[in-house]
């Protein structure tokens, strides 16, 4: 990893990057040089041609090491290892090092990386962002950059989105890399600490973003007060071990990241903040007081709402209100700004926050869904008092309030690694912000085979009950009568329980897939390409799982996938088109929505209103009307969202600026 000793982390206990954030002058420079110019030239360039040469590189080593025996082989693998070390990540040792890693796998996992595959590989160790049509391969074309920097010996993580893919990936790829000589381990939830340790000790560690936020956070918090240079200076000289014992990584040097733009992009909204336990008190009677409080305003005269920011602010009577109902009453009651903030936050769990959309109630508890990929996110709570008002609101046991002990956003710790790089089946629409906050290019990977995926155009219907009988009449004629197997992608735990019943309404037999019923989700997405299976599921649609076609589905015209509501952003609209077509298999896809989505009413409310008052009036609708009205909603929806991710980034270098003044940073 080539890195100048002055980009690196000063008073870290281990080597990173250092985040520094650049002067004015520095980033209008860098916005004319990539922005102005780079723009310029981007079509005279082709940056998937850069890398092709890597192809020839590892083709010239194929036949020779073919013919090798395994321990021949392992031979010419310690051989690589030492020249790496030696000489670097040259083009031509790269291709021999592939050429390894190839026929490595065609003996271990019965698998031969394609030649797109060795080019996104290079594509990653490169530091690029490479976006490779879903089905393609990424995971194996992950090992390429992972196997030839930790034979280099630098730790890899490969950081996934789940840990049923950490699991998984470690699992299929442990033959490969041990293979190799080099081990693999894989961090989940729940792990002791030790483990932990063993696992971010391997040559490759598979991992989730967020075990992997929330280790780097807990090292911060364990030497919080022993991490100055004068500190590191004392510890070696006396050689102390308790460091060791305290930390669990080793360093961020190479890290790759599947589905980048979820981690990078969808997730990066919302800081990671480890928090601990505080005393409850009296925290029930309050939070009983400040929901009875909240129930008795009156939306537009005590508060406003803003739906498409998702928050709320009191008026000025609503403030008197407030005064004149906790006159008398003692405590937090007593304080203008905390009853305000209070009530406030009692208003946002009764009017912002949805059961069976952002959290579902399972075994008494409130557990908090990744609006991104729809699982649950056990052990995660809201904070100020959000959460603790939520379960009084669904009379669940309440949990203690959290004390935040450390915060980090995605975008900050990722621009920390040495040389990161990702991979994903749908950047480009968000190939800017990625390249402006993570410093990572764009490239577009080739098809291995032509794609056979027939996109119908979209059916937009007035109301949701329209749109559920016409999506129960396409099924019915699709999976029933047919027998082809169809996939329901759906944004929410009850959008997906609404479809349910009105299939179950026509005797259609299904798999339900959401939140509440996750733990067989490999199992029942591998099976969704069967004859007459019909699968409903939410965003989560097993990501990084291959739907495997039955012969006589594939006759039939392949998977058919249908989405019921588009989301915010159009990456993932497609990401659920692309469960259909992989490889080369047939397949089709289309659009069945309602101008009642929240997409178009909150985003675009006055042209949906417009456009419903026309089809009331049966004057016909054109359909670049209605693609104009997406366009215009997502438009809207992706540039709040990324106005969010922004200010999320400048708090939190304006805590660490301020906190750094008592001493405990982050």
């Known amino acids: ?75 010419q693998v310690s051989s690589v290892r030492a020249k790496l070390r030696n000489s670097g990540f040259t083009p031509p040792l790269v291709g021999r090092c592939f050429a390894l890693v190839r026929e490595a796998a065609s003996r271990t996992i019965g698998q031969r990386h394609y030649d797109v595959q060795l080019i996104a590989g290079f594509g990653l160790l490169k530091g690029r962002l490479v976006e490779m049509a879903t089905g393609e391969g990424k995971t194996i074309a992950a090992t390429l950059p992972a196997a030839t920097v930790a034979l280099a010996g630098y730790p890899v993580h490969l950081i996934t989105v789940n840990d049923y893919l950490a699991q998984r990936d470690a699992g299929e790829m442990r033959a490969l890399y041990e293979f190799l000589g080099l081990s693999v381990g894989a961090v989940v939830q729940g792990m002791p600490k030790a483990d932990r340790r063993r696992a971010y000790a391997s040559s490759v560690t598979y991992c989730t973003n967020k075990e992997l936020a929330f280790d780097y956070l807990r090292d911060r918090v364990a030497l919080a007060h022993r991490s100055t240079s004068l500190h590191l200076s004392l510890e070696r000289l006396r050689g102390s071990l308790q460091r060791d014992e305290d930390l669990v990584l080793r360093g961020l040097y ?66 008197r209100e407030i005064g004149g109902l906790a006159e008398g009453l003692q405590g937090v009651w007593s304080s203008i700004r905390a009853r305000e903030e209070l009530v406030t936050q009692a208003l946002s769990a009764m009017m912002l926050f949805n059961r069976d959309q952002h959290y579902v109630v399972i075994d008494g508890k409130v557990q908090i869904v990744d609006e991104s990929t729809g699982r649950v996110m056990p052990d995660r709570s809201w904070e100020r008092g959000l959460h603790q008002l939520i379960e009084v609101k669904e009379d669940c046991e309440l949990t203690e309030r959290r004390e935040t002990l450390a915060r980090i956003t995605y975008q900050r710790l990722f621009r920390r690694y040495i040389r990161l790089s990702g991979m994903t089946g749908t950047a480009r629409e968000v190939a800017r912000e990625i390249k402006s906050v993570y410093g990572l290019d764009v490239v577009r990977i080739p098809l ?22 016409i999506i129960a009449d396409r099924v019915d004629r699709l999976a029933v009568a047919e027998g082809r197997a169809v996939l329901i992608g759906t944004r929410s735990v009850g959008a997906s329980e609404e479809i349910s ?72 609209d497609r990401q659920l088109f692309g469960r259909c077509a992989r490889q080369g298999d047939p397949g089709s896809c289309e659009a069945i929505v309602s101008l009642q989505d929240d997409v178009f009413m909150i985003h675009a409310g006055s042209m949906t209103r417009l456009i419903a008052r026309l089809v009331g009036s049966r004057i016909p609708v054109p359909l670049r009307v209605y693609k104009s009205l997406r366009w215009l909603a997502q438009f809207q929806a992706e540039r709040r969202h990324g106005y969010v991710r922004v200010q999320n980034v400048k708090l939190d270098r304006r805590l660490d600026r301020v906190l750094a003044f008592s001493g405990r940073g982050e």
């Open 1 to 75: 990893m080539e890195l100048d000793h002055r980009e690196l982390a000063v008073g870290r206990p281990y080597p990173e990057r250092a985040d520094r954030e650049p002067a004015v002058h520095d980033r209008v420079a860098e916005y004319l040089a990539k922005g102005l110019i780079g723009r310029a030239f981007e079509g005279l360039r082709d940056p998937v041609r850069v890398l092709m040469p890597i192809v020839e590189y590892t083709a010239a080593h194929e036949n020779a090491l073919r013919i090798m025996s395994d321990e021949e082989l392992r031979v």
């Open 254 to 319: 190479f890290g790759i990241v599947d589905e980048a733009d979820s981690i990078f992009i969808d997730e990066a909204r919302t800081p990671l903040i480890l928090s601990s336990s505080t005393g409850a008190g009296e925290e029930r009677l309050q939070c009983e007081q400040a929901l009875e409080f909240a129930s008795g305003l009156v939306a537009g005269e005590h508060y406003e709402i803003d739906l498409a920011e998702r928050s709320l602010a009191l008026t000025k009577e609503g403030r």
């Open 448 to 469: 291995n085979r032509p794609s056979q995926r027939r996109v119908a155009s979209p059916l937009v219907c007035t109301t949701p009950a329209e749109k559920l009988r």
């Open 501 to 572: 019943a009105a299939l179950n309404a026509r005797g259609i037999a299904h798999a339900l897939l959401n939140a509440k019923q996750d733990q067989d989700e490999a199992e029942v997405v591998a099976r969704a390409g069967e004859p007459a299976r019909v699968t409903v599921a939410t965003n989560m649609a097993g990501r990084g799982t291959d739907i495997r076609l039955d012969p006589s589905v594939a006759a039939r015209g392949g998977l058919h996938v249908i989405l019921t509501e588009y989301h915010d952003s159009r990456r993932v």
